[in-house]
Structure formats: C-alpha cells, structure tokens
C-alpha cells in the first residue's frame, strides 16, 4: 500500500514558476513508476509526465515540454514537478500516481494523491 500526499499548489501569474511535491508512504516507493497527471475543469484528466523507478527515465506531455521538470528522490520518498513559465490553460488539480509500470495513462497507476490545485492567471 502507497498513500501520496501533494503539496505546493497555488496561485500564480503567467510566466510564474510553482514546485509542486509528492510524499509518499511506504518501504517500497523506489519500485514505482512515479507520474502527475492534472484535471482541468470540464476536462478529462491528463497525463503530464511521469518517471522511472531510478530517475533515469522521463516523458513529458508535449503540452508542458521544455517548461516543466519531473524529479525524484527515493531517499526521501519524493517526487516533484518544477512547473515554470506557467500558462492560464495550466490551470487544473494535480495529481501525482504511483504504479509498477511506466505509463501515460493513468489505467497504468494503482495509487493517487488527493490533489493539489494549481492556479494561473493572466
């Protein structure tokens, strides 16, 4: 079992920069597979990056690429999504998702997080 916990949403101006974490529980969370994935209002909920078990590997949605940086650090149990250069259309909850393989859709994720709302205004 994995319980997530997200942190650092808020409100920001476009252009701003926001750093969202996700602290996990658990012995095991090297094992997983680590992602974020955000909901906007009306809208399915989408992929926006996700990491290997080692840190070594990332993908990005295209929507944020160049401008957002996935992170991990399996001592602490944390995973983290640097978001600069923010646009109003970031504006969503953040999610981040724990699963044994390395996915972008988030069938591929067997624990979430409760969310973190991020806010971008013009």
């Known amino acids: 079992q994995v319980q997530l916990v997200e942190s650092g949403g808020g409100l920001v101006q476009a252009g701003g920069s926001l750093r969202l974490s996700c602290a996990a529980s658990?012995?095991?969370?090297?094992?997983?597979?680590m992602g974020w994935f955000r909901q906007a209002p009306g809208k399915e909920r989408e992929f926006v990056a996700v990491?290997?078990?080692?840190?070594?590997?990332?993908y990005y949605a295209d929507s944020v690429k160049g401008r957002f940086t996935i992170s991990r650090d399996n001592a602490k149990n944390t995973v983290n999504l640097q978001m600069d250069n923010l646009k109003p259309e970031d504006t969503a909850i953040y999610y981040c998702?724990?699963?044994?393989?390395?996915?972008?859709?988030?069938?591929?994720?067997?624990?979430w997080g409760q969310g973190t709302q991020v806010t971008v205004s013009s």
């Open positions: 990491i290997g078990w080692s840190g070594g590997i990332t």
């Open positions: 998702a724990a699963g044994l393989l390395l996915g972008m859709k988030d069938g591929s994720y067997d624990y």
């Open positions: 658990g012995r095991t969370f090297s094992t997983y597979a």
